[in-house]
């Protein structure tokens, strides 16, 4: 649908420049008047080449525009005296068109931006009342489970039927937890940290999984960090995710590399995985809320820990590794301008 306005666009703008260009090439030059006229028309595709389409579209309007135009200046050409002030006409066009096409394209960046905030904390709020309603009855089902669980003879047939539900209830209950979260404001809770021992910490924790897929993790810790202010809990989940999905990523045999290092005004962490890597439409979605191709996953993990890292004034980014896998990297500065 997108494409095809566009195609429409490039049309109109077409149209509108070979018209404008007609009306130069087939009026006698000597009317000035009406050249002057024409000349302030070239404007129109100008502005609406910046609207719709930013600075690309200004580039490339006025390059048109400068290119088609230039046999007719050169064919009527007088010297530069006389000529003096279709030059600096032209001059201040592209100049403009450079400015409304920056415009453009920075009000376009900040309306999108807005959109996905109001998206986000849309789907937040509907997400935390569905995941409200599951925890109840999920938790009676688990509860209750469990404590059949136990009463029941080890040796009976529906011993294993009930393993099973209690085992997927506690997926469920860890999938309405991570809903929950989404759903929450941030608040957090700063204190002063080591990244290397949570770093330490998160490698503790994630062993046992890795062991069980056949992982080994690997941690490069700088021991030149010092201690930063930031909230412990919230970076253990960040680092503990962004491992969990490097280990679930990668087949046995392979390593997952945690990293720390410092920058000149921030600490950054490192995971590297030797995995199946992300595909070109993930590349761009992994952090959106609900992207994932796991069987059982529920898309939030990668969407809490952008906006965790984000409200500790830090960023996140990833990138594919020269041979295998991918890198996900999370830098959290020094000085933390955040709202929270
Ligand atoms: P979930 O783990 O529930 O799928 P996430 O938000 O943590 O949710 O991850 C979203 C998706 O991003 C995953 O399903 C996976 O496709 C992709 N992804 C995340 N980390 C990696 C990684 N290290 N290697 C390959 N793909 C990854």
């Known amino acids: 649908m997108a494409l095809k306005s566009n195609h429409s666009r490039i049309v109109i703008l077409c149209v509108l420049l070979l018209v ?67 030059i600096l006409e032209g001059g201040l066009y592209v ?15 900040e309306q999108a931006a807005m959109r996905r905030v109001e998206k986000l904390a849309a789907i937040g709020k509907a997400v935390s009342e569905i995941a409200h309603d599951m925890k109840t009855p999920l938790m009676t089902i688990g509860g209750f489970s469990r404590q059949v669980e136990r ?20 997926r469920l209950e860890s999938m309405v937890r991570e809903m929950l979260d989404f759903g929450k404001p941030l608040v957090l809770n700063r204190t002063e940290i080591q990244l290397n021992d949570i770093a330490q910490d998160c490698v503790t924790i994630a062993e046992p999984e890795a062991r069980e897929a056949g992982i080994r993790l690997e941690l490069q810790t700088d021991p030149s960090l010092p ?13 503990l995710n962004l491992i969990v ?26 995971v590297s995985d ?13 952090f959106e809320p609900f ?31 020269s041979t295998k896998g991918v890198t996900f990297r999370v830098s959290l500065p020094f000085n933390q301008q955040s709202a929270r």
Do not use: C
Request: proline residues 3%.
């Open 20 to 86: 404008i260009l007609f009306l130069h090439y087939f009026t006698l030059h000597d009317l000035e008047f009406h050249h002057a006229i024409y000349r302030t028309l070239f404007y129109l595709p100008l502005v609406l080449g910046s609207f719709w389409f930013g600075l690309k579209g200004a580039a490339g309007v006025s390059i048109s525009v400068i290119l088609f135009y230039l046999p007719y200046a050169t064919l009527q050409w007088q010297g530069l005296q006389s000529d003096f002030e279709v």
């Open 95 to 109: 100049f403009i068109a450079l400015i409304l096409g920056y415009l453009a394209e920075k009000e376009r960046k």
């Open 151 to 170: 009463n029941l003879n080890a040796k009976s047939l529906d011993q294993k039927k009930l393993k099973i539900i209690v085992s997927e209830t506690s």
């Open 227 to 239: 201690p930063i202010t930031l909230d412990r809990s919230r970076v253990k989940q960040v680092l």
């Open 245 to 270: 999905n490097a280990i679930q990523a990668s087949p046995p045999g392979e390593e997952v590399i945690i990293r720390t290092n410092m920058r000149k005004d921030s600490m950054r962490v490192e």
């Open 274 to 286: 030797r995995g199946h890597g992300i595909s070109e439409d993930g590349e761009e979605r992994v």
């Open 291 to 321: 992207f994932t191709t796991k069987r059982n996953g529920t898309g939030l993990g990668l969407s809490i820990v952008k906006q965790i890292v984000e409200a500790h004034g830090g960023e996140i980014s990833f990138s594919r590794n």
